[in-house]
């Protein structure tokens, strides 16, 4: 498989990567393409610009290797121009979304790792649900996207796809063997679940 790679030699921290929103949307979403997975249907016309970045960078004592979210502002003025401005020198509009991914991490992984970590990221952009459950789209008849969470700590369509991780095969090992602690309600007994149903 001919994936996209990140820069080589000397580049700024975080660069644009058109060419991998290209190879993302050809592979993943697109008819035809060769890992086509119809959970990404709703992405064949989002806004998701992509970007390399030099490193990951490490949050809550993990190594952070990619990242989608939702572009938006959180601030006026001046910074909010430059903010603005950056995006369209990069991509040419403001994209709804963005997706960056490590560098580092991504010249040196494996096709299957490459592949995982970028589905990863495209499942963090989900299509939004109405009242009724079902899926939700704009006047224009374009999907609402939104951001979502991990289903645990990792995609079930990840898992389905490339397998369990060491991490995801540990929480399918316990699920599967017999309780340690004969089943409660965990919800009387934790504090946090009892401040939310105050």
């Known amino acids: 498989m001919d994936r996209p790679q990140p820069p080589a030699a000397h580049w700024p921290e975080i660069v644009p990567a058109p060419e991998l929103r290209e190879w993302a949307m050809d592979t993943f979403v697109r008819e035809?393409?060769?890992?086509?997975?119809?959970?990404h249907?709703?992405?064949?016309?989002?806004?998701?610009?992509?970007?390399?970045?030099?490193?990951?960078?490490?949050?809550?004592?993990r190594l952070v290797l990619g990242q989608a979210e939702q572009?938006?502002?959180?601030?006026?003025g001046w910074q909010k121009a430059r903010a603005e401005q950056q995006m369209v020198e990069w991509f040419g509009d403001i994209p709804d979304f963005l997706i960056t991914l490590a560098a580092d991490y991504c010249a040196e992984c494996s096709d299957t790792e490459f592949c995982a970590l970028v589905e990863h990221e495209l499942y963090h952009i989900a299509q939004e649900l109405d009242g009724f459950g079902a899926p939700a789209f704009?006047?224009?008849g374009m999907p609402k996207l939104k951001l979502r969470g991990h289903d645990v700590e990792e995609f079930v369509g990840?898992?389905?796809r490339y397998g369990a991780s060491p991490d995801v095969q540990r929480l399918v090992e316990a699920a599967n063997s017999r309780p340690e602690v004969e089943k409660i309600n965990i919800v009387r007994a934790c504090g946090t679940c009892l401040l939310k149903s105050a």
């Open 158 to 160: 990840v898992v389905r």
């Open 32 to 39: 035809g393409g060769r890992l086509r997975n119809e959970d």
């Open 138 to 140: 704009t006047r224009d």
């Open 41 to 61: 249907i709703h992405l064949l016309d989002a806004d998701i610009g992509f970007l390399w970045a030099r490193t990951g960078f490490v949050k809550a004592s």
């Open 71 to 76: 572009v938006a502002f959180r601030a006026g």
